[in-house]
């Protein structure tokens, strides 16, 4: 029953999102490409705090840089498309101070997604997920190992060693898919015209899908609010 | 009629009511006191009993906590949840993927329970719901149930009830990266038999009440049942539950739960009251048989030279002499002072005694003179007699007793003469057979005027007897050999002999070697020839030869 009305709520939000980007959609910029561009805004404060963990943080220090902004972790895709053929991709996930940095990528089907270990022990890259299950064993700082992702959908990359850490990998049949910048501010080009659906993900926000109509020539404007609110 | 109790007997009860009512005393104070101070200390014991036991609670709960921390982070199950949960949220999962990763949560989750030895392990999703449970008590917590104490917190603890009974939960949140994806729960169901370890932590009984309803208890069934529908009142101090006391005290409270812990002081009360009881028990024999031993002591001072003087007064009685005077008893100035008073009475009585005595005698003898006064020829007989009987019996061994009593009965011996007229006795030629027969009447005649005088009891026999012969042909009653006292035979072998030595109106006195002969005549016959025997041994050979003294003069001057 829980996906059913999922469905259901993602659909009612999507029409009250639609309202709004009706409302708020400017006029085109004379540009050729058809596109989406927007904001993606995070509506609460989010600390990136260590977690309070009955093993705590041995040889790594804390935190020394700056938190990415949440905002790199969300990915905003075109959703219900029909496969394309898409250019492989390279895409590194360092393991640097028991975290995976960048904690959300997302690449093409037939991408290779390298794991380099940057910090002074041993970590374990594994997945329990239906696109891809994998273990590349434990392996200490300097070796990288990668995978290749053959098949679209959402992986979740953990480690074996630090339960507290985890990463996600979306492996997209389409190009149409973009990570935010750290302002936020992302845009999808080239889409194919028509009505379609746009989706805004966070790991821990939950996802939000909004109907867009594309058309030939203009950029749509639409913003995104996260986290979505609970019904 | 009753005999007073003996002296030992009396002090001997005295001081067994003394002791019993000084036990009695003790043991009242000591039981009324002995409840008051188990109330105290049953109290107390439950006061500390919490102290302690919540100190060591909390300090198993954080260790609890830690380890459930610890268990939380296993990387396993933390990476099946999410997994779970994210797939399920981008696109409606597989069957196959769903079961599987729900397969390895629940899994990792057995292990867990495994681990913690917990009557149910669960692991409830972000919104605290039941994903996965495990363990013997899973059942009370169905997929779905929302466990309000999964706060969100790192760790958290508390008491859920649930349609499935009632739990103490701790739990601690699946933390990825910087997100809760759910929790790790580890529930105690509050049984009877986490009631009864509780129970033998405490020492106590155990009672477990949720939302006011008992559901657990170490307590007898009957005293639980006295006990449902009012457990607040387990608040108070005490309580009287199936008519006994107890003290109750509350262990811990937590949520809706509240445990709380009982003694019986009732119990504590009979056992510290038995205690008592035994302890007085050996007290009490060992003062019984102290106060036993020092009042039969103590009776035995007073009663042993009681004792003593009364053998001693027993003795002298017997003897019916004064001779031995009560000695002192040296056990106590008193009993000293009765002997010597008793002994100074004695004294006096014996004086007075033989003062009467000495008067008797006196008037008696002054009887028998008067008696041989009335013929100068029996002048100094009664006298002569009694001398030569004492002279017979001292020769036969008799007693001094015997020879008291035969000295007197012979001065006394023809004392009934007194009823003949002076014609019989004076009369010279011989008597007529009616003459004779008064003459014969004179023992019987002495004894009926002698029983007047009880203190003569002794000397009846020789006066009335004192004519009797052995073969029978005496007089006045024909007696026989030893039918006849020896004392009686005694004075008639006497009363022959001086008869028979002294001169009458119809004849002249006879030598003594006459009457001698005279008297071996009629031994065995007239005399008892043992008397006769002992007559002439006793007389002086020189009384028998014609030169010497004659026995009269002897005599005379024996008496003396």
């Known amino acids: 029953m829980r996906p059913v009305y999922r469905t259901l709520r993602v659909l009612l939000l999507a029409a009250v999102a639609a309202g709004l980007l009706v409302v708020s959609s400017s006029a085109p910029h004379g540009q050729e490409a058809s596109g989406i561009r927007g904001r993606v805004q995070i509506g609460i404060p989010i600390a990136t705090r260590r977690p309070t963990t009955a093993y705590p943080t041995r040889s790594v220090p804390s935190a020394r840089l700056a938190p990415e902004s949440e905002r790199r972790n969300v990915v905003v895709y075109l959703r219900n498309t029909q496969p394309q053929t898409v250019a492989p991709m390279r895409v590194a996930i360092r393991q640097r101070d028991e975290s995976f940095t960048p904690r959300v990528v997302a690449v093409t089907v037939g991408s290779d997604v390298e794991f380099p270990n940057d910090d002074p022990i041993y970590h374990n890259v594994f997945s329990l997920s239906r696109v891809k299950n994998f273990n590349l064993g434990r392996y200490p700082r300097g070796e990288t190992r990668r995978v290749r992702f053959d098949r679209p959908g959402v992986v979740k990359v953990f480690c074996e060693i630090h339960s507290h850490m985890s990463a996600t990998v979306m492996v997209f049949d389409h190009p149409w898919f973009t990570v935010p910048n750290d302002a936020g501010a992302f845009e999808l080009t080239g889409l194919p015209s028509g009505d379609r659906q746009v989706t805004a993900w966070h790991e821990r926000l939950g996802d939000t899908t909004v109907n867009v109509r594309v058309e030939l020539g203009r950029t749509v404007q639409t913003d995104f609010i996260l986290p979505v609110p609970e019904p | 009629m009753r005999r007073p109790p003996r002296l030992v007997a009396r002090t001997l009860a005295v001081t067994f009511v003394t002791v019993a009512i000084i036990l009695s005393i003790v043991f009242i104070v000591l039981t009324v006191d002995a409840r008051d101070r188990v109330r105290t200390s049953e109290v107390e014991k439950l006061r500390v009993a919490e102290r302690v036991f919540t100190a060591l609670e909390a300090r198993r709960q954080q260790e609890q906590l830690a380890s459930i921390a610890t268990l939380a982070e296993n990387p396993t199950l933390k990476a099946a949840l999410d997994t779970y949960f994210t797939e399920s949220r981008f696109t409606s999962p597989a069957a196959d993927q769903e079961s599987s990763l729900r397969g390895t949560v629940v899994l990792e989750a057995e292990k867990l329970a495994a681990l913690t030895n917990a009557n149910l392990l669960a692991i409830l999703d972000s919104t605290g719901r039941v994903f996965v449970s495990t363990g013997p008590a899973a059942a009370g917590w169905p997929a779905g149930q929302v466990i309000t104490i999964a706060t969100g917190a790192s760790t958290f603890q508390g008491v859920i009830a649930l349609p499935g009974g009632a739990f103490r939960v701790s739990g601690a949140a699946l933390r990825l990266q910087d997100r809760d994806i759910g929790s790790l729960a ?324 006879r030598d003594t070697s006459e009457a001698c002969v005279e008297l071996q005549r009629f031994a065995g016959t007239q005399f008892d020839p043992a008397c006769v025997e002992a007559l002439l041994q006793a007389i002086p050979p020189s009384a028998l030869s014609s030169s010497g003294p004659p026995l009269h003069e002897l005599l005379d001057r024996q008496l003396v």
């Open chain 2, 186 to 509: 580890v529930g105690t169901s509050l049984d009877d038999r986490y009631a009864r370890e509780l129970s033998s932590l405490a020492s106590a009984h155990v009672v477990i009440v949720v939302d006011g309803a008992v559901v657990a208890s170490t307590l007898p069934d009957n005293v639980t049942a006295d006990l449902a529908g009012d457990a607040p009142s387990l608040l108070a101090e005490t309580r009287t539950l199936g008519g006994e006391e107890y003290a109750s005290r509350l262990l811990i409270e937590s949520g809706p739960a509240q445990i709380f812990t009982l003694a019986s002081i009732d119990l504590a009360a009979r056992a510290a009251t038995r205690d008592a009881l035994m302890a007085l028990g050996s007290v009490a024999l060992g003062a019984f048989v102290l106060a036993a031993i020092g009042s039969f002591w103590l009776a035995r001072t007073l009663t042993d030279p009681i004792d003593t003087l009364v053998r001693n007064i027993e003795i002298m009685t017997a003897a019916h002499s004064p001779v031995n005077l009560l000695k002192p008893t040296g056990k106590s100035r008193e009993l000293d002072m009765l002997a010597a008073a008793f002994n100074t009475l004695v004294q006096g009585l014996t004086a007075a005694e033989a003062e009467t005595r000495a008067a008797y005698v006196g008037a008696i003898r002054a009887l028998a003179a008067a008696l041989d006064a009335r013929d100068s020829y029996t002048a100094g007989h009664s006298d002569r007699v009694s001398a030569l009987s004492v002279i017979i019996g001292r020769q036969m061994r008799l007693s001094d007793v015997d020879l008291e009593v035969l000295r007197l009965g012979a001065l006394l011996h023809d004392i009934g003469k007194i009823g003949l007229n002076d014609e019989i006795l004076g009369k010279r030629g011989a008597l007529t057979a009616e003459e004779f027969e008064q003459i014969k009447r004179h023992p019987v005649v002495g004894a009926r005027i002698l029983r007047q005088v009880p203190f003569l009891e002794p000397h009846l026999p020789i006066v009335e007897l004192h004519h009797e012969s052995p073969d029978g042909r005496g007089y006045p009653f024909g007696l026989r050999g030893d039918a006849i006292p020896l004392a009686a035979r005694i004075v008639h072998v006497a009363d022959a002999y001086d008869a028979m030595t002294s001169a009458r109106a119809y004849r002249p006195a």
